[in-house]
């Protein structure tokens, strides 16, 4: 698998979220300072800002000031389950089945990385393969700002280091 050395390092696109293209082809999303509460002594996880919230209930984990544990969405279409070694896994009803990566928490935000599979380049093209899915499309990139254009859609990232 090859990757555009050009390409590794992290890359924020105008939205804030952040892709982190490494050396050995993998390719992970992140979302940064996402604010999150423990509400109900604990058993209440809200995670977001207004209008973009998600409420998660503790099926189990202590402390009861931690984020440590499992969680089921109100709506009962995920489990997010937050390990203390700093990893997380999300099981979905829907497509895809399940979400997994990293995380860091403050006491007041949770930044999170998730394994998104390969990115691999061939000249200015550009595939992602994510759990068997594949997306193509091209790129250009200068010194510190990334064009990723995927079904017409263009992507604009600075890079970040």
Not at 132 to 152: K, P, Q
Request: aromatic share 12%.
């Amino acid at each position: 698998m090859y990757i555009d050395p050009k390409l590794i390092g992290e890359w924020e696109n105008e939205k804030g979220e952040r892709t982190l293209l490494k050396s050995d082809a993998t390719n992970h999303f992140g979302i940064l300072n996402v604010p999150y509460y423990l509400l109900d002594f604990g058993q209440t996880l809200k995670i977001g800002k207004p209008n973009i919230e998600s409420f998660y209930t503790r099926i189990s984990g202590e402390p009861l000031t931690s984020i440590v544990g499992s969680w089921r969405i109100k709506d009962d279409t995920e489990v997010l389950t937050y390990e203390t070694d700093g990893r997380y896994i999300s099981v979905c009803k829907d497509d895809p089945p399940s979400y997994y990566g990293t995380y860091t928490v403050t006491p007041t935000t949770i930044t999170s990385y998730e394994d998104r599979g390969s990115c691999t380049t061939d000249a200015n093209n550009i595939i992602f393969e994510w759990r068997g899915r594949m997306g193509a499309g091209t790129y250009v990139v200068t010194d510190d700002t990334l064009i990723i254009v995927i079904n017409d859609t263009s992507q604009i990232y600075k890079k970040i280091k």
